[in-house]
């Protein structure tokens, strides 16, 4: 069907209605659960539970003395932070038992993901899990403890260290690292390649009659539910895979799904089923970005493919400077070659992962080494709020009318120079 007879998602004021109550509803029921785990979590000042260590590294305090920063997950879904003063071991990715003094703790802060000091931490019984295996097949690839938590991250979505962490901040790629919509749609393009050829023998055989397009998305989108539900569903992956599921719907409904009511409606969706979200750096970054990819779409999607592939790329880079610099202030003149790494990433990405699959993982490794070897002065800026504020303003805008854009341009530009 012609994308111009494509339908709307919402064609009377009452479903937009009727939608909205239905989200309402949604993060109610969502928030009362929240708060029902919150009672339970700060009934008594000395809590116990159960939790996996999703990250942890050391700092050091202003008396000189190491302690460790434990980041946990616990097995009731609430995020928490908490420090350790004692000589204890790598626990990343190990469940343990904790007590926290939760009498501090608001329910604002246990959405958001709080600090509790912590007592009385047991280490549980060690279990192998898939990821873990998977991470060992990574990691015995690489020599190099750089390019065994790149890949870990790249692959797995595993926390980095500080060093790395800086490195692919200063190049501009911690987009190309942090696991997001772009990683899941060369996945969901290469698992299509992979059944494709075998789907067609069988289907040609046994069941001509079916719809090999809709059978190998629904497969593979049950496949990638599993791949983010081993990686624990980080915030920018549940925005991608609850629009590619959402996206896939539309469009065997011929409904549009290059619009910004569909990118509204699926952050609405999101953040009802949960709530949490809403206060993720990341989930908002992720969101940002998709925003101004439907912007250069909007206008420009009459262009060739070729030349979508590498405006877009420059685009998506400008346009989300000053959004990213609102919380990240480090900025490289190495960042300027972003456009250029991320596209060819799109090399890149599948032909590591294919790399890794059968074994020669580390085979770029020497080139990798290149890369981080460069080094460049750092300076700190930071978006002023009315820069962002008017920036925003005219990103709405420009929805409506594309003279806004060129001020959008503009201030791209403006900024650069401040910077």
Known sequence: MNADLKLSLFERKKEVLLFALFLMSVLLSNLGYQYHLYHKAVENKFFHTTATVTNQYTKTSK???????LKLKSDAGYQFITTNYEDIKNLIQRKVRIGIITDK??????????????????LLAYHDSVKK??????????DNEREQALFSALFLASPIPKSLREKVSMLGISHLIAISGYHLGFLFGLLYLLFSKPYTFLQDRYFPYRNRKFDLSVFIIMILYLYVWMLDFTPALIRSFVMLAFGFLLYHRHIRILSFEVLAVAVGLIIALKPALFFSIGFWFSVSGIFYIYLFLHYFKDLHNWQIFILINFWVYAAMLPIVHTIFTSFSYWQLGSPFLSMLFALFYPLEMLLHIVGLGGALDPWLEKLFALSGQTIAWKTPLWFLIVYIALSILAIFDKRFLWLLLLLFLLFILII
């Open 105 to 122: 703790i608001t329910f604002l802060d246990f959405l958001k993901s709080f600090y509790a000091p912590s007592f009385d931490i047991e």
């Open 133 to 142: 295996e998977l991470q060992t097949y990574i990691t015995s690839q690489h």
């Open 63 to 69: 008396h000189g003395k190491t302690y460790h920063v």
